[in-house]
C-alpha cells in the first residue's frame, strides 16, 4: 500500500549490503543460507491486534528508523538502496483458524522464517496471523540487510513505546548519517586503523588441515553452496553456573569470553595446533550507534595462541585485550565479510570461514532497555498493555551457520549455555564429540546436558 507523497532518497548500498546482494545473486546460494539472514520475531495477542493502532504505530516507527524503507535496486550497473518516505506498511493477513498445539507452533515458525527476496522487494514484513480462540499472532520479520540482532531490539522497543503511547526522547541515526559517519573510519585515523589491522594480520597462520581442508574438500569461500547442517548443545548445571561466573569474575574477563576461549583451546588441542585465526561477530562498537536500527555488524579476524603455562586464564585475558583492541579500530574492511582484506588473507593460505566465535551484544541493549522488565515477560509468559495480553512465541530455528564451526552462546544469556554449529560435511560426530568434551575439561563442567540436532 501506497499513500502520500516524498522525497526519495537514494544512496549506493554499504558494503555489508552489497556483500549479501553478491551472495543471494550467485548461482549457488540456497534457501538455508536465504533463511540464515531473515530476522523474527512473533507474538501473541489475546484477544485481538487493533489493527489501526498497530498501523499507525507501524507508520511512525518507520519515518523514525528509514532502514525499513529500503528497497535494492540495479540503477546503471550498480546497486542502490532506494528510501521512498511514501511507503506504508502492507500488513499481509493469514487465516489459520483452531489448530492443535503442534500445528500451531509450526505453522508460525513456517510463516515466520520463509526466505525473503531481497532485490526490489520490501525488506520489512508484518504479518497478521488470525488463529481462532489461540488470538491473534503478530509476526514481524526483518532482512539482515537492513537490522542485526542489536537493531531488532531497538525497533521493538520503539514499536511498543508507540503503541503505548510512551515518548521516545532519543534522535535515530538515519541510513543516510550512518553511511556518512559510520561506515568507514574518520580520515584523521584511516592511516592509524589500517596499520593496525595490517599489524594484526601480519604472518597470521595458514589455515590448519581441520575440517574440510582436512577432507581435501573446497571451502565454501562466500557461504554459498551445499552444507549439511548440524549443531551440539552444551549446557551446564546450575552449579557450573555459579562456578563459571565466579571464574570470569576472578579473572575479570566476561563468560562469553572464558567460554569462547575454552573452545579455542580445545581446537588446539584437540588437532595439535599452535595458532588458529578465527572470525568474531561483534556489533555497536560507536556508542552514538545505540538508536540505530540498520545493520552494524563487524566480523574481525582474529589470531588465538594456544595457552602456555598461564593455561586458560591468560588466554582468555590475551583474548580479551585483542578484542578491546580490534573494537577501538573499526570501523574497517578488515572487519567485514568479502573485502580485500579477506581476500589477501585468502589468498595467503587462511581460511577465515574455518572458525568463527559469536559475542551476544544484543544482550546489553535489551538489559538496559527503559521497559527492558516489559521485554523479559514476552519471554516469560506474558505482558500486560492495556486490554492486551502479549507474549513471545519462540520461532528460533537452526538452518546453517556462516563457518564450518561456529561457537555461539545461547540465546538465554543466564544459563551460560552454548552451542557448537557445524558443517556435518565438514565433521563427523566423533570429532564434535571430541571437542566437546575437551571444552567441557578446560571448563571443568561436571555433568552438562549435551545434545545433538541436525537441521531437517
Known amino acids: 500500500m501506497r499513500a502520500g507523497s516524498g522525497k526519495i532518497d537514494i544512496h549506493r548500498a554499504d558494503k555489508w549490503q552489497s556483500y549479501l546482494l553478491q551472495q543471494?545473486?550467485?548461482?549457488?546460494?540456497?534457501?538455508?543460507?536465504?533463511?540464515?539472514?531473515?530476522?523474527?520475531?512473533?507474538?501473541?495477542?489475546?484477544?485481538?491486534?487493533d489493527l489501526r493502532?498497530?498501523?499507525?504505530?507501524?507508520?511512525?516507527?518507520?519515518?523514525?528508523?528509514?532502514?525499513?524503507?529500503?528497497?535494492?535496486?540495479?540503477?546503471?550497473?550498480?546497486?542502490?538502496?532506494?528510501?521512498?518516505?511514501?511507503?506504508?506498511?502492507?500488513?499481509?493477513?493469514?487465516?489459520?483458524?483452531?489448530?492443535?498445539?503442534?500445528?500451531?507452533?509450526?505453522?508460525?515458525?513456517?510463516?515466520?522464517?520463509?526466505?525473503?527476496?531481497?532485490?526490489?522487494?520490501?525488506?520489512?514484513?508484518?504479518?497478521?496471523?488470525?488463529?481462532?480462540?489461540?488470538?491473534?499472532?503478530?509476526?514481524?520479520r526483518f532482512h539482515h540487510a537492513i537490522t542485526d540482532g542489536f537493531g531488532v531490539i531497538v525497533l521493538i522497543e520503539d514499536l511498543i513505546k508507540l503503541l503505548i503511547g510512551l515518548p521516545i526522547l532519543s534522535k535515530a541515526v538515519s541510513h543516510a548519517q550512518y553511511m556518512a559517519n559510520y561506515e568507514d573510519p574518520p580520515s584523521e585515523r584511516t592511516a592509524e586503523i589500517d596499520a593496525f589491522w595490517q599489524a594484526m594480520h601480519r604472518d597470521f597462520p595458514a589455515a590448519p588441515p581441520i575440517g574440510r581442508k582436512a577432507k581435501g574438500l573446497e571451502p565454501l569461500w562466500r557461504n554459498v553452496g551445499v552444507v549439511k547442517p548440524q549443531k551440539v548443545t552444551i549446557l551446564p548445571g546450575v552449579k557450573d553456573r555459579k562456578l563459571l561466573k565466579a571464574k570470569a569474575d576472578r579473572i575479570n574477563v566476561s563468560r562469553a569470553n572464558l567460554l569462547y576461549t575454552a573452545f579455542l583451546e580445545a581446537m588446539c588441542r584437540c588437532y595439535d595446533v599452535d595458532r588458529l585465526m578465527y572470525v568474531c561477530h561483534v556489533a555497536r562498537f560507536n556508542p552514538t550507534l545505540e538508536s540505530y536500527a540498520g545493520d552494524s555488524m563487524h566480523y574481525p579476524i582474529l589470531p588465538y595462541r594456544r595457552a602456555d603455562g598461564s593455561g586458560l586464564d591468560g588466554a582468555a585475558l590475551a583474548n580479551k585485550e585483542n578484542l578491546i583492541a580490534a573494537l577501538t579500530h573499526l570501523p574497517s574492511d578488515a572487519a567485514r565479510l568479502g573485502s580485500k582484506w579477506e581476500d589477501q588473507l585468502i589468498a595467503n593460505g587462511g581460511y577465515p570461514g574455518q572458525f568463527a566465535v559469536h559475542q551476544p551484544r544484543a544482550f546489553t541493549k535489551e538489559n538496559r532497555s527503559m521497559i527492558g522488565h516489559g521485554i523479559k515477560n514476552l519471554h516469560r509468559g506474558g505482558q500486560s498493555m492495556g486490554p492486551f495480553q502479549i507474549s513471545l512465541i519462540d520461532v528460533a530455528t537452526f538452518h546453517r551457520s556462516l563457518s564450518d564451526l561456529h561457537f555461539r552462546l545461547s540465546e538465554d544469556n543466564e544459563s551460560c549455555g552454548f552451542n557448537l554449529e557445524f558443517d556435518g560435511i565438514s565433521y563427523d560426530e566423533e570429532e564434535i564429540e571430541n571437542l566437546s568434551g575437551k571444552i567441557c575439561e578446560f571448563l571443568d563442567l561436571q555433568q552438562p546436558q549435551i545434545s545433538l540436532f541436525s537441521a531437517k
Do not use: Y
Open 24 to 49: 543471494d545473486q550467485d548461482p549457488e546460494c540456497r534457501d538455508d543460507l536465504r533463511r540464515f539472514w531473515v530476522l523474527a520475531r512473533a507474538f501473541l495477542v489475546r484477544p485481538r491486534v
Open 53 to 140: 493502532r498497530l498501523r499507525r504505530s507501524l507508520e511512525k516507527l518507520m519515518v523514525r528508523h528509514d532502514c525499513l524503507l529500503i528497497r535494492f535496486r540495479p540503477i546503471k550497473g550498480a546497486w542502490m538502496a532506494v528510501i521512498d518516505p511514501s511507503d506504508k506498511p502492507d500488513i499481509r493477513q493469514i487465516e489459520l483458524g483452531d489448530l492443535n498445539d503442534a500445528d500451531f507452533h509450526s505453522r508460525i515458525r513456517e510463516i515466520a522464517n520463509a526466505p525473503m527476496p531481497l532485490v526490489d522487494h520490501p525488506l520489512v514484513e508484518i504479518i497478521l496471523v488470525k488463529c481462532g480462540s489461540w488470538g491473534d499472532v503478530l509476526v514481524a
